[in-house]
């Protein structure tokens, strides 16, 4: 069964102050490791899909890279507009069509 | 382009009942899937479909169904709602099969007292 972790839970960061968030993943064949921001009272938006080891994407002050048993979410220089819950998923080769499970997580508060 | 569209956005069950929800997906779009998020378990898929049939179902009860129409709009049925189906209940559309890149909507928050 897919299982995927993210750490920490909560992080609160004073603006520019840079930080990295941390999803590890056991799948059996990773299709693909997709990165979704969620703001409150909204559905999660996506960021980032990585496929294989080494790989790495930016989007503004947003950075993802992927080893083969994990991923990290670099923020650097956070402004208070990244405040929201970034969320990790895999997709694995044996699942069919877009099913993807999620992480729990991590709740990113940046103060300005 | 219009988002993904859910209906209802709130509404309130008693034990017992169902609940039938709606999700209209992006124009164009032919893949719809559908999630359940909660405090405790986070985001849990519940099943998808693609082009009318069902392609993957998650690890719930049979008293959650759905189906999907031939212009692709969805619909999600909870029979028998019970406390703890309470939830937001996302939906999800995707422009190709396997991309895993969903677009959700805003989601249809589910109270079951």
């Known amino acids: 069964e897919d299982q995927v972790t993210q750490s920490p839970e909560a992080l609160r960061l004073q603006e520019g102050e840079s930080s990295s968030l941390n999803c590890s993943y056991t799948?059996?064949?990773?299709?693909?490791l997709f990165w979704y921001r969620q703001d409150p009272g909204k559905g999660p938006e996506f960021l980032f899909t990585?496929?294989?080891a080494g790989e790495e994407k930016e989007k503004e002050r947003l950075k993802a890279t992927l080893t083969k048993k994990e991923s990290f979410l670099h923020i650097t220089a956070p402004k208070p507009e990244d405040s929201a819950t970034y969320l990790c998923?895999?997709?694995?080769?044996?699942?069919?069509?877009?099913?993807?499970?999620f992480g729990g997580g991590t709740r990113v508060l940046v103060k300005p | 382009k219009a988002g993904v569209t859910q209906t209802p956005r709130y509404l309130i069950k008693t034990r017992g009942q169902q609940v039938t929800l709606s999700c209209s997906p992006i124009?164009?779009?032919?893949?719809v899937s559908w999630y359940q998020q909660t405090p405790g378990q986070g985001l849990q898929f519940l099943f998808e479909?693609?082009?009318?049939?069902?392609?993957n179902k998650g690890n719930f009860p049979g008293r959650f169904s759905g189906r999907q129409f031939s212009n692709s709009r969805s619909e999600m049925n909870v029979s028998t709602l019970e406390l703890g189906d309470s939830a937001l209940y996302l939906c999800?559309?995707?422009?190709?099969?396997?991309?895993?890149?969903?677009?959700f909507g805003e989601g249809s928050r589910l109270t079951v007292l």
């Open positions: 999800a559309s995707s422009l190709g099969a396997n991309t895993g890149e969903l677009f």
């Open positions: 799948v059996s064949g990773l299709r693909g």
């Open positions: 990585l496929y294989s």
């Open positions: 998923a895999v997709q694995s080769v044996g699942a069919a069509g877009n099913k993807l499970t």
């Open positions: 124009s164009g779009h032919r893949s």
């Open positions: 479909y693609f082009s009318e049939t069902q392609r």
